[in-house]
C-alpha cells in the first residue's frame, strides 16, 4: 500500500527545520517529535504525516465507534486526536462550557505521505498513488531556504486574558476541597484558560519557538485547515506496542534553577514531597484500574513510581505503568477503556469530569485530550495535550490553558502558583 525509500541526512536539526517549512503548504499536517529523548518505548525520532487522503471528523456520540471502524478499515497509518470532550461518548457526560476554539470533537486521517526520522535515517512512506513524488521531494525539501523567523503580526500587541481572576480561582478550589471532605472525590485536576481576542499568529513560527524553549518528549505540531495546535507536552497517555500497552502519568511539578545546586535540591524536594507523591500515586491507581479492563489478568505492572525527570523549563514526577492485552484486542477499545487519562480528570473519574465540568469555565476541547497515530498493525502511541497553544485563524482566537491536581491538602495559593509555573512557556512564546 505505501512506497518506502529512505535517504540518510547529515544535519538532522536542518533537514527537520527543511521539512516544516516546506509541510506549510498542507491542510493536513501532524507533526511529532521526541526532541531527542530517548526511552524504552521509544519508536522513531519525529514524524511527519500530511496530505489526508480520507478523514473522519466528528461530534457524534459514537465517535470513537467510528473510529473504531475507521481503523479496522482502513489497514494503514492514521494521524489525528481526541479532544478531551470525546469522554461524552465513553461515559454519559456533557460539554456545556463556552467554546471559542471549535475544534471537532475527534478527527484522524489517512495520509498519503509520511516522513520518518530515526538517527540520521529519513524514510519517506508514501501512497502507490504518490510515490513517484518521494525523489523530488527530498530534493525540494533539502533546497528549502530556512528563514530566520521575523516578529510575528501582533508581538508584544498580544493582550493575554485569564478566563478566571485569581480571587475567582480561589473559592473554586475551595469548592473542590469541600467535595474532596465530604467524599464526593479524593482528587481532581482543575483547569484554567488564558486566552486573546482579535490575535493573528504565525502558528509554526510559535510552534518552533515554544517548542525551542521546551525540547518536550512529546512535541506535536497540528494543522486541520485554519485550527492549529503547538505542543510541547511532556507526557504519553497510552502507547501500544504489540501485545503491551503503557501509560506514563505526570503527577508533580516544580521549578527549574540555573544554580546546579538549588536546581539539585528542588529536583530532591520534589521526589520527597508528600503531597505531590500523593497525587501521582492516586494516579496510578486509577490508570492500573483502567489498564486491566482490557489487559491479560495479572499482568498490569508498576515499572516505575514516582521518579523525577527533568526538562527545560520544570522537574516532573513520572510514573510508568504497563500491562499485555490479548491477541487481536481492539486498539480504539484500548483507549475506550482509559479515556481521558486519569492525569488530567482525577479520581474517582466519572465523579471528578461531572464536577470539574460544573467549576470550570471553558470548553478543553482539544486541551488535555490527546495527539498520535495508529500504525496498519494496530499499534498506537499518544500524547498528552498540555503545555500547549490553540489557534482558531478564522476566529482569531488564541488559547493556551493549564491546571494543577487538587487533593486534601491542596493549598489554594501554591496551586495557582504552581498553574503560573506551567503557563510561563506559552505566554513568553506569544508576548514575545
Known amino acids: 500500500m505505501r512506497r518506502k525509500v529512505s535517504f540518510k541526512v547529515a ?20 507533526w511529532l517529535d521526541g526532541n531527542a529523548h530517548v526511552d524504552a518505548y521509544s519508536s522513531f525520532d519525529a514524524i511527519l504525516a500530511i496530505d489526508a487522503l480520507t478523514v473522519l471528523q466528528t461530534d457524534a456520540e459514537n465517535s470513537l465507534e467510528n473510529l473504531k471502524e475507521y481503523q479496522r478499515e482502513s ?52 501512497l502507490h498513488m504518490v510515490a513517484d513524488e518521494i ?73 518552533r519557538k515554544l517548542n525551542a524553549i521546551s525540547k518536550a518528549p512529546f512535541a506535536c505540531y497540528l494543522r486541520l485547515g485554519q485550527r492549529y495546535l503547538m505542543c510541547a507536552s511532556p507526557e504519553r497517555y497510552l502507547k501500544k506496542q ?59 505492572q508498576v515499572e516505575e513510581l514516582c521518579e523525577v525527570y527533568s526538562f527545560e523549563q520544570v522537574h516532573q514526577m513520572i510514573s510508568t505503568v504497563s500491562a499485555q492485552v490479548p491477541k487481536g484486542k481492539n486498539p480504539v477499545e484500548l483507549l475506550q477503556e482509559s479515556f481521558p487519562m486519569g492525569s488530567m480528570t482525577g479520581a474517582p473519574k466519572v465523579s471528578a469530569m461531572k464536577i470539574i465540568e460544573r467549576l470550570e469555565s471553558f470548553k478543553r476541547g482539544l486541551y488535555s485530550g490527546a495527539v498520535g497515530y495508529f500504525t496498519p498493525e494496530g499499534d498506537f502511541d499518544f500524547n498528552v495535550v498540555i503545555r500547549s497553544i490553540l489557534y482558531n485563524e478564522a476566529e482569531k482566537y488564541v488559547s493556551f490553558s493549564v491546571g494543577s491536581a487538587i487533593t486534601a491538602k491542596a493549598l489554594p495559593e501554591k496551586e495557582y502558583e504552581e498553574c503560573l509555573l506551567k503557563a510561563k512557556a506559552m505566554r513568553e512564546v506569544l508576548e514575545d
Open 135 to 207: 525523489e523530488s521531494d527530498f530534493r525540494v525539501i533539502n533546497g528549502q531556504q530556512y528563514k530566520k523567523p521575523q516578529k510575528q503580526k501582533g508581538a508584544n500587541g498580544i493582550r493575554i486574558r485569564m478566563r478566571i481572576f485569581k480571587n475567582e480561582y480561589h473559592k473554586r478550589v475551595h469548592q473542590l476541597l469541600a467535595h474532596i471532605h465530604r467524599g464526593d472525590l479524593y482528587e481532581a485536576n482543575f483547569c484554567q484558560e488564558f486566552y486573546a481576542d482579535n490575535t493573528e499568529i504565525d502558528a509554526l513560527q510559535v510552534y
Open 242 to 300: 504489540g501485545k503491551k500497552v503503557i501509560s506514563q502519568p505526570i503527577k508533580g511539578t516544580t521549578k527549574r534553577s540555573a544554580d546546579p545546586n538549588k536546581d539539585h535540591l528542588l529536583k530532591i524536594a520534589l521526589a520527597n514531597d508528600e503531597k505531590e507523591r500523593a497525587e501521582n500515586i492516586m494516579i496510578v491507581d486509577l490508570v492500573r484500574n483502567d489498564l486491566s479492563k482490557g489487559a491479560i489478568k495479572g499482568s498490569v
Open 11 to 30: 544535519d538532522v536539526p536542518g533537514f527537520k527545520d527543511r521539512l516544516l517549512n516546506w509541510s506549510r503548504q498542507f491542510q493536513e499536517t501532524v
Open 75 to 126: 489497514h494503514d497509518w492514521l494521524f489525528g486526536y481526541l479532544t478531551y470532550d470525546a469522554k461524552n461518548a465513553v461515559e454519559q457526560l456533557h460539554s456545556n462550557n463556552p467554546d471559542r476554539l471549535g475544534f471537532p470533537e475527534l478527527c484522524f486521517f489517512q495520509p498519503k505521505k509520511i516522513i520518518r526520522i530515526t538517527g540520521t535515517e529519513v524514510d519517506f512512506l508514501y
